[in-house]
């Protein structure tokens, strides 16, 4: 299984500050198989950027992806009170897909 | 824009059989190149992928469950379901189930089963 790993676990920031989430993969992932969600406090998650950098329908531009190979990252560049949540990183580019284990960013 | 419902118990017994059901709507579940999936989320924890099946009946299950786990579809009612057989307490989680194309694109809002005696 492709393992993926997430840092920090905890990111702890203010309203208007850049987010920067990482996102590690066991072995190395085409980009175009890496997605990354928001999940907030008693809902599903929601599919934000799929294709390692495409944001999904209606997600703001304040949202990015980037990375390859191996490492992946996810910018918020501005939080707004509703971004603090936990976000997941995933891959389907082999089976069985894996998420990452999450990164709750925080208000501090 | 594609709609997920899931339904079944919301308790079951431990050595039993969990089945949840999934209702699409808003779009074909006969749709080629969607992947009809099921996650589940412990108390807590992260986010676990159970496995896919697509409209016309093929599956793959996550090898850590596929011992327990079926899946299966009825086009004509626009569902898809999962079974999973001896639950046992870590069992207990939040199952969504989700569509797959690009990605995850959409998502149940999600059902808690409690293993419970």
């Known amino acids: 299984d492709i393992v993926m790993t997430q840092s920090p676990a905890t990111l702890s920031l203010s309203p208007g500050e850049r987010a920067t989430l990482s996102c590690r993969a066991s072995?190395?992932?085409?980009?175009?198989?890496l997605s990354w969600y928001q999940q907030r406090p008693g809902q599903a998650p929601r599919l934000l950027i799929y294709?390692?950098?495409t944001r999904a329908t209606g997600i703001p531009a304040r949202f990015s992806g980037s990375g390859s190979g191996t490492d992946f990252t996810l910018t918020i560049s501005s939080l707004q009170p509703e971004d603090f949540a936990v976000y997941y990183c995933?891959?389907?580019?082999?089976?069985?897909?894996?998420f990452g284990q999450g990164t709750k960013v925080e208000i501090k | 824009q594609v709609q997920l419902q899931e339904s079944g118990p919301g308790l079951v017994k431990p050595s039993q059989t969990l089945s949840l059901t999934c209702t699409v709507s808003g779009g074909s579940i006969r749709s080629g190149g969607y992947y009809w999936s099921w996650i589940r989320q412990h108390p807590g924890k992260g986010l676990e992928w159970i496995g896919y099946i697509n409209y016309s009946g093929s599956t793959y299950y996550n090898p850590s469950l596929k011992s327990r786990v079926t899946m299966s579809v009825d086009t004509s009612k626009s569902q898809f379901s999962l079974k999973l057989i001896s639950v046992t307490a870590a069992d207990t989680a939040v199952y969504y189930c989700?569509?797959?194309?690009?990605?995850?694109?959409?998502w149940g809002q999600g059902t808690l089963v409690t293993v419970s005696s």
């Open positions: 995933q891959q389907d580019y082999d089976l069985p897909w894996t």
């Open positions: 294709g390692g950098s």
């Open positions: 072995q190395s992932v085409s980009s175009n198989y």
């Open positions: 989700a569509s797959a194309a690009l990605a995850f694109d959409y």
